[in-house]
T-cell receptor
Framework: GQNIDQPTEMTATEGAIVQINCTYQTSGFNGLFWYQQHAGEAPTFLSYNVLDGLEEKGRFSSFLSRSKGYSYLLLKELQMKDSASYLCAVRVTEGQNFVFGPGTRLSVLP | SQTIHQWPATLVQPVGSPLSLECTVEGTSNPNLYWYRQAAGRGLQLLFYSVGIGQISSEVPQNLSASRPQDRQFILSSKKLLLSDSGFYLC???????????FGQGTRLTVV
């Protein structure tokens, strides 16, 4: 089976740094993806890891450890507009499907 | 550049009525196509995926069906909607390589 876990909710202060963790157990692995989803909107792609290590894209970084089945998304210099749900997804072997975690709702407070 | 169109954006349907949601992709050939459903405050549940014309795989037993009549067209249907079919439906496309999935704008379906 496929299982992806994330914290349900997180709160952080504007200007701070927040780390959103994701653990996964899937049949096959072809990459780990992070998406941002504002309420009522479609998810938008943030970052992608297929090899172990850290990928940095501006204020967003994502880390992967395949041996531990673990990833995190790091958001720096938080802004109010970063308040959204963050979805962790694994691309599995079968059908090249994307299996999504439940999402972490992040609230950025002034 | 590639674009994905999904319509309608919102839909209110009575219980027992039929459903047809359409999704089309432009600017790419032979994409993998996906239908997801998202219940309020929940994650995305994969409903159907397709790797080619006429090839549909179902992930969850339900009263929904999907069809792919053309390479870049993916349709989600139901003959008789249930209250539990309410949700946010998202169409997405991807390639066979290790790249991300791209989502349509979504359809918010309310069954009353």
């Amino acid at each position: 089976g496929q299982n992806i876990d994330q914290p349900t909710e997180m709160t952080a202060t504007e200007g701070a740094i927040v780390q959103i963790n994701c653990t996964y157990q899937t049949s096959g692995f072809n990459g780990l993806f992070w998406y941002q989803q504002h309420a009522g909107e479609a998810p938008t792609f943030l970052s992608y890891n297929v090899l172990d290590g850290l990928e940095e894209k501006g204020r967003f970084s994502s880390f992967l450890s395949r041996s531990k089945g673990y990833s995190y998304l790091l958001l720096k210099e938080l802004q109010m507009k970063d308040s959204a749900s963050y979805l962790c997804a694994v691309r599995v072997t079968e059908g090249q499907n994307f299996v999504f975690g439940p999402g972490t709702r992040l609230s950025v407070l002034p | 550049s590639q674009t994905i169109h999904q319509w309608p954006a919102t839909l209110v349907q009575p219980v027992g009525s039929p459903l047809s949601l359409e999704c089309t992709v432009e600017g790419t050939s032979n994409p993998n196509l996906y239908w997801y459903r998202q219940a309020a405050g929940r994650g995305l549940q994969l409903l159907f995926y397709s790797v080619g014309i006429g090839q549909i795989s179902s992930e969850v037993p339900q009263n929904l069906s999907a069809s792919r009549p053309q390479d870049r067209q993916f349709i989600l249907s139901s003959k008789k909607l249930l209250l539990s079919d309410s949700g946010f439906y998202l169409c997405a496309w991807g390639t066979g390589s290790n790249t991300e999935a791209f989502f349509g704008q979504g359809t918010r379906l309310t069954v009353v």
